[in-house]
Each structure stands twice: as C-alpha cells, then as structure tokens.
T-cell receptor, first 112, second 114 residues
Framework: QKEVEQNSGPLSVPEGAIASLNCTYSDRGSQSFFWYRQYSGKSPELIMSIYSNGDKEDGRFTAQLNKASQYVSLLIRDSQPSDSATYLCAVNFHNYGQNFVFGPGTRLSVLP | KAGVTQTPRYLIKTRGQQVTLSCSPISGHRSVSWYQQTPGQGLQFLFEYFSETQRNKGNFPGRFSGRQFSNSRSEMNVSTLELGDSALYLC?????????????FGPGTRLLVL
C-alpha cells in the first residue's frame, strides 16, 4: 500500500512568517514529488515539483526533498493571507504514466 | 492556451442511476487522469488514459469506468450510483504522462447522489 502522510493541521502562522509544511511517503523508489494548493471549492493548482534531493526555490516557495528519509517539505516565506489554503503533497509512484497518491492535505491559515 | 475543461460542473442523480462525466485536456496533452475527492477520503486516483488505453488504475470498483477518444478527450462513467459516490470528480492532463510530468487539473464536476 503506497501512502503519503501529512499533518492535517490547521497550521496557523502570522502574516510575514515562514510556514513549513511536511510530507512523508512510503515507497523508497518514488521519483516525482509535487506540491499543490487548493482553495476551498476549487481544484488543486500546482505550486512546485521536485525530483532530486535538496532544495528547489521558486519565489517565496522552497521545496525540499530527502529521499533517504522519504521526506518532502514546502516552505512558504513571507506568508500572506492569500496563502491560506489546503496544501496537498502528491507522489507519483510510477515512472511510467501517472499514478499520483495524494496526502490528506495540510490546512494553512495565515493570520493578518 | 485553454486549460482543462470538465462538463458538467454540477450534477444531481439518484441512487441506481448512471452518470457520464466529460473532460477535455489541455491542447497537446495526451494523458488524462481522473480523481475522486471527498472530505473523508481526500483525493483518490481512479485511472489514467493515454492514447485511448487505460494505462494505470486505482482501487475503485468496476462500476467506475472510463475511455479516451482519439482527440484525447476522456469520459468517465459511474454505473449504479451509490450515496457514497457523491464527490468532486477531478480530471487532470499532462503531456505524455511520464512520471516527472506535471498534471494540470480541471475545475471538477460536483456530483450529488440522492
């Protein structure tokens, strides 16, 4: 059974702070990792993808991957109230085709 | 470039009926995946189609089926609807469906089974 785990939250941070979201996965052979953001009533939208160990930065977002620990995280710097949403960690357990397993999501609330 | 489109956006059915949902991928995308999202179970993978063939399948009963047409548009069918099938059904497309490709989601079809 391939699993993706996240803290469900809610995670509350003040505006301007760093929000740290964590995700662990069960299959050591997984190669592709994604973070999606989902606002209430909307569909998921991609924030970042990461495939190699280390950090990947895109604007205020940094994804970190540690395959040995089977751990992927997302840091949001200078958090804004508009970042308040559910953040979904997704792992593609197949290298051929798509078979995404999503975590339950972490609800983030950024307080003004 | 237009995004992924799904029709209808909302649907109300009764138990025992069947339903067909439609998804048009981003132009040039050949892989289409379907997901079910419920508050209790989260986002769960149903199946993926590529070049008119089902390439991957999740753990759903045979009442859930799909197909893909030569223009990459896809349909999903649920037969003998149950109350528990009430959910948001999301379609996502990607270029060729390789593991490192990003999936882009459509707005979803919200199905309510009474």
């Amino acid at each position: 059974q391939k699993e993706v785990e996240q803290n469900s939250g809610p995670l509350s941070v003040p505006e301007g702070a760093i929000a740290s979201l964590n995700c662990t996965y069960s299959d050591r052979g997984s190669q592709s990792f994604f973070w999606y953001r989902q606002y209430s009533g909307k569909s998921p939208e991609l924030i970042m993808s990461i495939y190699s160990n280390g950090d990947k930065e895109d604007g205020r977002f940094t994804a970190q991957l540690n395959k040995a620990s089977q751990y992927v995280s997302l840091l949001i710097r200078d958090s804004q109230p508009s970042d308040s949403a559910t953040y979904l960690c997704a792992v593609n357990f197949h290298n051929y085709g798509q078979n995404f397993v999503f975590g339950p999501g972490t609800r983030l609330s950024v307080l003004p | 470039k237009a995004g992924v489109t799904q029709t209808p956006r909302y649907l109300i059915k009764t138990r025992g009926q069947q339903v067909t949902l439609s998804c048009s991928p981003i132009s040039g995308h050949r892989s289409v995946s379907w997901y079910q999202q419920t508050p209790g179970q989260g986002l769960q993978f149903l199946f993926e189609y590529f070049s008119e063939t089902q390439r991957n399948k999740g753990n759903f009963p045979g009442r859930f089926s799909g197909r893909q047409f030569s223009n990459s548009r896809s349909e999903m069918n649920v037969s003998t609807l149950e109350l528990g099938d009430s959910a948001l059904y999301l379609c996502a497309s990607s270029l060729g469906g390789q593991g490192q490709e990003t999936q882009y989601f459509g707005p979803g079809t919200r199905l309510l089974v009474l």
